[in-house]
């Protein structure tokens, strides 16, 4: 089992542009999640899917929409990159509710957007 | 929403010794408090966990604690190797899907 894959890992944007992340997960989790992670603030979780055709906001969703056409794939994606979004982009599935079940992160992705 | 306040920010420890990170939490409701270790470059992962019906929780040398009166919980790693060296994160929720993280204790094992 792959667990949780991420692409991509590295990406440098301009600002303006649009881009998608994509995550995957093969351990048929129904929950999944979206973070970043920036520098003494810990992670914070931006959408996040309680299930396939499901997504809702997190803490930090402004500038972020999500997709989750399918039940092992959760989507980010980036309309208008700015600075701000500079980040380590993680995402997470997790087999119960996030609050009481383990979450299994990806790798990460580093977002530049310059 | 919950509000969860980690500290210390660093924590440099010889090895062998103890550490210990501490977590405060606001939303009294909260009833779930994982710990995850992020070594440099990788993913998070969970080390321990505890429920709010349980005062203290032992895994080999980590132990979490848990107050509830005083809304505070922590970790503590006894006999430090350099392979503890990471950052830790201590998180909260209510239930309601959202973990709320802690900013991070980057710890340091000196050999």
């Known amino acids: 089992n792959a667990g949780v894959t991420q692409t991509p890992k590295f990406r440098v944007l301009k600002t303006g542009q649009s881009m998608t992340l994509l995550c995957a997960q093969d351990?048929?989790?129904?929950?999944m999640y979206w973070y970043r992670q920036d520098p003494g603030m810990g992670l914070r979780l931006i959408h996040y899917?309680?299930?396939?055709?499901?997504?809702a906001k997190g803490e930090v969703p402004d500038g972020y929409n999500v997709s989750r056409l399918k039940k092992q794939n959760f989507l980010l994606g980036l309309e208008s990159a700015a600075p701000s979004q500079t980040s380590v982009y993680f995402c997470?599935?997790?087999?119960?509710?996030?609050?009481?079940?383990?979450?299994?992160f990806g790798e990460g992705s580093r977002l530049t957007v310059l | 929403g919950e509000n969860v306040e980690q500290h210390p920010s660093t924590l440099s420890v010889q090895e062998g010794d103890s550490a210990v990170i501490k977590c405060t939490y606001s939303d009294s409701a909260s009833n779930y408090f994982p710990w995850y270790k992020q070594e440099l470059g990788k993913r998070p992962q969970l080390i321990i966990d505890i429920r709010s019906n349980v005062g203290e929780k032992k895994d080999q040398r980590i132990a979490v604690t848990l107050n509830k009166t005083a809304k505070h919980f922590s970790l503590h790693i006894t006999e430090t190797q350099p392979e503890d060296s990471a950052v830790y994160f201590c998180?909260?929720?209510?239930?309601?899907?959202?973990?709320?993280f802690g900013a991070g204790t980057t710890v340091t094992v000196r050999a």
């Open positions: 351990m048929n989790h129904e929950y």
């Open positions: 998180a909260a929720s209510r239930g309601d899907y959202k973990l709320s």
């Open positions: 899917s309680v299930g396939e055709g499901t997504t």
């Open positions: 997470a599935s997790s087999r119960l509710a996030g609050d009481t079940g383990e979450l299994f």
